[in-house]
């Protein structure tokens, strides 16, 4: 890799869609960066929220550069594009709810430049509360395909887990980081072709991770670092939002089989995960539809709507992918 190439050490990339609060915490952390250890660039992708705020925060953050995409087509797209646009060897993708120190980015930036075997590196992260996030995360399959699956996993395999996951390890190595925080070197990521624009919302970070580990990489998290997650800065705006990013969970697991997994086996995964959430989702559907006015199971009664209409709209047009991804047309 060559200087002329790599003008500065690191491009910082947010995605954002209507969750400004968070956003001005966000990048309030981030423009207190001295700047004194590495080079680094802040790129923030609005998703067309369409709202006035795109210009406010461009004047409040003059020093960052601010793009607007041409819709709402999800957080690896939006990824994709800030990439597009960064000048950094190294890549750190943040979700617009994380608040960063700079000594964990820099922790960050320094331990994936020492592990070039490292192909994709994460922290450890917790809310304002100090609530941890769960770092123990596996590949989809029947043994993860839901909870109670995951549970007895975790309970048949658990010290072999608690090696592997031990805090008194520098280093870990999930199958998955999640993708609010994840860095890794551009060369890398044009490697493994980018973030996938098949998935609109979630379980695009499944799919990178997998991805990186066909290609002979390690997926790794460093637990000498955190960083703060206030989780659902952008995905709890309303009801209607909150229903629809509960649907996209659902669905980009679909997506995620449909992408690794072929023949019988795939047919499996689908035919299972569609009849498990169709039953166990059936009863809150009906208790939200006589009691609309308890938000949590008015919630549920629009999820199981989103998803009769999303499973008949997979038998007609013959895709799993979400009908919000920019591929879904293709």
Known sequence: MSYIKFMIDLSIIIVNYKGWDALKTCLTALES??????SFEVIIVDNCSNDNQLSVFQKRFPNFQFFENKGNYGFSNGNNYGESKAKGEYLLFLNSDIIASESAVSKLLRVIMAHPDISVLSCRKKNNEGKEEKVCRF?????TITGLF????????????SERFSLKKDLIFPDVVLGSVVIMSKENFEDIGGWNDNYW????????????????????LCNRVTMIHNHGGTTRINKRTTALTKTEVIISHHVYFSQNFTGI??????????????????????LGTFFF???????????Y?????????VLVVR????????NYKK
């Open 33 to 38: 960066f001295k700047n004194n250890k590495y």
């Open 139 to 143: 590949f989809l399959s029947f043994k």
């Open 150 to 161: 995951r549970a007895i996993y975790k309970i048949k395999n658990k010290r072999k887990l």
């Open 201 to 220: 919302l979630y379980c695009e970070d499944d799919d990178l991770c997998r991805r990186v580990i066909n290609k002979g990489g390690k997926v790794g």
């Open 265 to 286: 086996h795939a047919y499996l995964l689908h035919t299972f995960f569609m009849i498990n959430n169709l039953i166990f989702k059936f009863i809150p559907f009906v």
């Open 293 to 303: 006015f308890i938000e949590p199971l008015n919630i549920r009664r629009r999820v």
């Open 305 to 313: 709507f989103n998803l009769i209409k999303y499973y008949l709209n």
């Open 319 to 326: 895709t799993w992918i979400s009908p919000r991804s920019i």
